[in-house]
Structure formats: structure tokens, C-alpha cells
């Protein structure tokens, strides 16, 4: 009697952590369909002027006091990187943002908010070499950027071409092949060849084939 | 009664489980995103910045040593004693960012996925870890040759269940701040 108590309870423990993993599983799963719904590319979310509109314009000093000029019709693309001084994540795309700059024929420009002693901290710390670094809450608000790190990127016509939340080297590149496929964002190419196949899959069966060959 | 139950061999091995599994995921979690945690360690303003770099590997190496230090019985009182430790560093440093009004920062706790805040209810869990590792290094001498097979089994399962469960609760609760906020954004 007693011998089968302990194996009835050992058995049960075992249930017991068995089930709490099925649950912790579950808990993750339903965060995988909140945020990586699609998990290429940048989440796009869905505020702010629009993938084909026209960049709002600004025209602002950066915090050393240079003339700094967004949106409107430039010589290069321009890459608009929304930050926060105390968002770690930023912290680690720094250089990221400097190479695919340099890399793209990008002007990169760093728009962030806070307090005046957390910007200077923030540049003693990180290198970021002759990219302006703007302090502005209007930008922000503009773009209706509610979590960093952001990205817009806008062409030379001053054209809003793609834009998304960036938390990782491959989101920021996924925004330049955005707009090199003129697509507004990977999650939208991807629903878009989707749509397609569903509609006329035989005629365009190679496309899913494509998709992927056209990635990198 | 109550004195008999707490001084039970299982709920001494509980608590040693509890205490293991706690240190050896946040040191984990930790190294594995080390550079994220390097800017976690100076958000937190607390350190000089070329101090910034080394605390970040030695937070994380003390935790594993505390982790595995308390699951083997000869090094557990030291390991135990180098968890309230590490504890009260913890609550210091979290408490004075709390005074200075600094609750948005990210704990760096486990993984930042769960994105936890600072907030008073973390300073209480980690004063109950320091309850039981306290306890462990000091209450506990009296009762280890008692310990059976089955008093680590079934101890080390009830922490598994209890892991569990707290990463559960946590990973729900991180899913509905990003829910909350995206309905705000919009």
C-alpha cells in the first residue's frame, strides 16, 4: 500500500512538470503569433504616413549644432534610425547602421529623445563617427514611433520606401532589399506572392521559388 | 508542526533546487547575450564605464559558480552565502534606480524577452531567494544527513514545476505589455 503511495506520487510529479513545459510551450507560441508572425524582416507596424507617401519634412540642428535636413529631394537615400539612450538593443545596431551606410550609399540619421545629460553620455560611449545624431520629439512624433529601435528609410525623391521596428542586423537590412524590390516590406512581398499563387498558382508556380532566391 | 514541516528534508532540498535552477538560468541567459547585457549593466548607472565591461562577465560567472556551488553538498554553505550576496547586490542596485524614478529600464534579470521592469515586486522576490539561501547556508547543516533519494527527487521536481510555472506567468505577462502597447501606439 505504501509502496504504491510513492510510486502514484512519484508518477504524479512527473505529470506535474511534464504539463507545466506543455504550458510554458504554449506560452511561447502564442508570443511566436504576437510578434513573429512572419519572422523575416522588419515588423512593420502599422501607424504613422504610409510605404509611398511623402516624408514629412524637417529641418532641425543635430546635437553638435550642424544643419540637418529630412524628408524633401536630397542627392542619396536617407535612412532615418529612431533610438533611445537607454535602449540596449540600440546600443548593439550602432555599427550595423554605420556599415550598411557605407555599404548602401546611405545617409544615416540617428533621431532620439530624452534628456539633454543621457544624449551626451550616450555619445561619449558610442562611436558614431560623422552620422547626425538629432534630439527631437516632433520626428517621433511624426512617424508615430511608439517602440525603438526604428528605421524609415526614404528615398532621394523624399519618398517614404520602407520602415519597420529593427531589432537586429538582419531587420535593418531587410529595409534596403525592401526597397530594392520595391516592395514596402518583405511581410507585404511575401503576402503579395502568396495572394498570387493562391489565385493563379499554376501559372506562376515557380514563384515561391523565386521568393526565396531573391532574398539575399 | 509548522517547525517539523519546514525543517523536512524535502523542503530543504526544494529550496536548494530552487536556488540552483534560478542561478544557472540567469547566468545563462546572461552570457548568452552578453553584449546586451553589457548595456543592460550600464543602464543601470551604477558603475564607472570601464567597469562596465568586466561586471558584466563576473555577474554572470558568479551566478554559475553559485549555481553549481549549491547543488554540491560541500561547497553549499559557501555557495548559499555567495547567493545572498549576490542578491543584496541585486536589490541595490535595483533599489536605487527605483529611488531615483528609473522603473522603465529592463531588469536583465533572465532573458530579456520577458522584458520585466524594475518594480518592487522584484526587489520582494529576490529578499524570499535570500530567505532561502540564508537559510540553506545557515538553517540547514542540522538536518543534511536526514536526506534521502527521494528528498532530492521529489525536492528538485517541485522546483522543476515551480520554474516552470514562473517562466510561464512571466513570458504571459511580457506578451501582454507588447499587446498593451501596440493597442496604445495605435
Known sequence: ?216 | MLYDVLHDPMILAFAQAILMLVFLAGAWSKLRARETFEGVVSNYRLLPEFAVGPASYLLPLSELAVGLGVAYVPTRPYAAVGAVLLLTVFNIAIGINLARGRREIDCGCFSSVLKQHLSVGLVARNTVLMGLAAWLAWGAPQILPHMGWLDWLIGLAAALVVAFVYMTASLLAAQAKVAHNSRQAG
Not at chain 1, 26 to 48: C, F, K, W, Y
Not at chain 1, 65 to 80: P, S, Y
Not at chain 1, 86 to 99: F, H, I, Q
Not at chain 1, 128 to 149: H, K, L
Open chain 1, 1 to 216: 500500500m505504501l509502496e504504491g503511495l510513492l510510486v502514484s506520487n512519484i508518477l504524479l510529479w512527473a505529470i506535474a512538470i511534464a504539463l507545466s513545459v506543455t504550458v510554458l510551450a504554449l506560452a511561447r507560441q502564442i508570443g511566436l503569433l504576437h510578434e513573429r508572425s512572419a519572422p523575416l524582416g522588419a515588423m512593420v507596424t502599422d501607424n504613422g504616413p504610409e510605404i509611398g507617401d511623402k516624408a514629412p519634412t524637417f529641418q532641425l540642428d543635430d546635437f553638435s549644432g550642424k544643419r540637418v535636413e529630412i524628408g524633401g529631394v536630397q542627392h542619396r537615400d536617407t535612412l532615418l534610425v529612431f533610438l533611445a539612450p537607454s535602449c540596449p538593443m540600440c546600443n548593439k545596431l550602432l555599427p550595423t547602421m554605420r556599415a550598411l551606410g557605407r555599404e548602401e550609399h546611405l545617409d544615416v540619421i540617428i533621431v532620439s529623445d530624452g534628456a539633454r545629460e543621457d544624449h551626451e553620455r550616450f555619445l561619449r560611449k558610442h562611436q558614431i563617427d560623422n552620422i547626425p545624431y538629432v534630439v527631437s520629439a516632433e520626428i517621433g512624433i511624426g512617424y508615430r514611433i511608439g517602440r525603438v529601435p526604428y528605421a524609415v528609410l526614404i528615398d532621394n525623391q523624399g519618398v517614404i520606401r520602407a520602415k519597420g521596428l529593427v531589432n537586429t542586423r538582419e531587420h535593418l537590412e531587410s529595409l534596403v532589399e525592401a526597397k530594392a524590390m520595391n516592395v514596402a516590406s518583405l511581410q507585404a512581398y511575401l503576402k503579395e506572392a502568396r495572394a498570387q499563387d493562391a489565385e493563379d498558382g499554376h501559372r506562376h508556380s515557380g514563384k515561391s521559388a523565386h521568393t526565396s532566391s531573391a532574398g539575399r
